[in-house]
């Protein structure tokens, strides 16, 4: 599953499933429209994909380079585990956040999200 959301703040693209080379095309097709989009950041929530080889992180790594060329944030949201081991194999482990419940971007309520740099919100107390 690959979807798209673009608002004023960010293009938000939620994967789910298995990322590797049957896919590639595909990714790096929705990826391009975010990181081209008009918006100061990209994120990628990866909660939901259950697995992902090097073939399936390279169109994330292309991205990232993209959205800083232009000037933008990139994030990965909370990947599991396993996705986040080959993450920063591929030296995008200092792009990943992981979040609370709910997580950011999908909390309905404007004060559970974090500010327009995508920062965490501050875990309550």
């Not at 690959?2 to 293009?11: D, F, G, H, K, S």
């Not at 095309?25 to 994909?49: F, N, Q, Y």
């Not at 697995?51 to 790594?61: H, K, S, T, V």
């Not at 933008?72 to 792009?95: H, N, Q, T, W």
Request: glycine share 6%; aromatic share 4%; proline share 13%.
């Amino acid at each position: 599953m690959i979807e798209i959301q673009e608002t004023p703040r960010a293009a938000i693209v939620r994967l789910g499933g298995e990322f590797d080379l049957a896919v590639v095309a595909d990714l790096e097709s929705a990826l391009d429209r975010a990181v081209t989009g008009d918006h100061p950041a990209v994120a990628i929530e990866c909660a939901h994909v259950s697995f992902m080889d090097i073939a399936g992180a390279r169109p994330l790594m292309s991205a990232r380079t993209a959205a800083v060329r232009r000037g933008k944030e990139f994030v990965l949201l909370d990947p599991p585990p396993r996705v986040s081991y080959v993450l920063s194999i591929v030296g995008l482990g200092d792009a990943v956040l992981a979040l609370e419940p709910p997580a950011w971007p999908l909390a309905r309520d404007a004060s559970q999200r974090p500010p327009p740099h995508l920062t965490p919100p501050a875990p309550p107390g």
